[in-house]
């Protein structure tokens, strides 16, 4: 199966609410982490990334949050906008190698109503 | 800067027909990656390369699939004979290197393929 996967597939939430999109990882040997975000048609574009030595890293408008205790990831996004109608993937990775091929998860679909 | 280029953008072709999707990277990106990306899923590593080099190409299907990257900057994938599960998303991305980066990996928009 999936070595990375997200909890819920379809997420609704009310513009200028916060979101929080879950995701959990298998591979423990994991120590790079991103969040992506993939608009209809285009390809995954880069959100925000951690590595397994931080707990939290913040940047504009989001939040990731990494607990390598119970192996879960998460994405926060404050006010959210209709622009950030998208489906969003965790990706995991093994820095330590040369191959470092991001293994990505199935995805969730943020739906934001206004 | 100019960002990570494909061509073509879609392609329809029947099962056991050829087909082959090109990829220019992000300038000065040694690492590039081929993913491919089925509806409703997240996309999935098909082969990385360095500079030239093949790193990873465990989850290429070998019998079918093939890419080269012979001058170390753009790469082609190629698929023969296709097969109606092929039909997907293919995506190349670029990166500088994991390890001395952000790790960004910078995706193309995607080569839509059908096959029917």
């Known amino acids: 199966g999936e070595s990375v996967g997200l909890h819920l597939p379809t997420l609704s939430v009310q513009e200028g609410d916060n979101s929080i999109i879950n995701c959990a990882y298998s591979n423990s040997a994991s120590d790079y982490f991103i969040w992506y975000k993939q608009e209809s048609g285009k390809g995954p574009q880069f959100i925000i990334d951690?590595?397994?030595?931080?707990d939290k890293r913040q940047g504009q408008r989001v939040t990731v949050l990494l607990n390598k205790t119970v192996k879960h990831l998460s994405l926060q996004i404050a006010a959210t906008q209709p622009g950030d109608s998208a489906v969003y993937f965790c990706?995991?990775?093994?820095?330590?190698?040369?191959?470092?091929?991001?293994?990505f998860g199935k995805g969730t679909h943020l739906i934001i109503q206004p | 800067e100019a960002g990570v280029a494909q061509s073509p953008r879609y392609k329809i072709i029947e099962k056991r027909q050829s087909v082959a999707f090109w990829c220019n990277p992000i300038?000065?990106?040694?690492?590039l990656y081929w993913y491919q990306q089925i509806l409703g899923q997240g996309p999935k590593l098909l082969i990385q390369f360095q500079n030239n080099g093949v790193v990873d190409d465990s989850q290429l299907p070998k019998d079918r699939f093939s890419a080269e990257r012979l001058k170390g900057v753009d790469s082609t994938l190629k698929i023969q004979p296709a097969k109606l599960e092929d039909s997907a998303v293919y995506l190349c991305?670029?990166?500088?290197?994991?390890?001395?980066?952000?790790?960004?990996?910078?995706f193309g928009e995607g080569s839509r393929l059908t096959v029917l």
């Open positions: 991305a670029s990166s500088l290197d994991l390890r001395q980066s952000t790790g960004e990996l910078f």
């Open positions: 990706a995991e990775t093994t820095t330590g190698g040369g191959a470092d091929g991001l293994t």
């Open positions: 300038s000065g990106h040694a690492t």
């Open positions: 951690i590595r397994s030595n931080m």
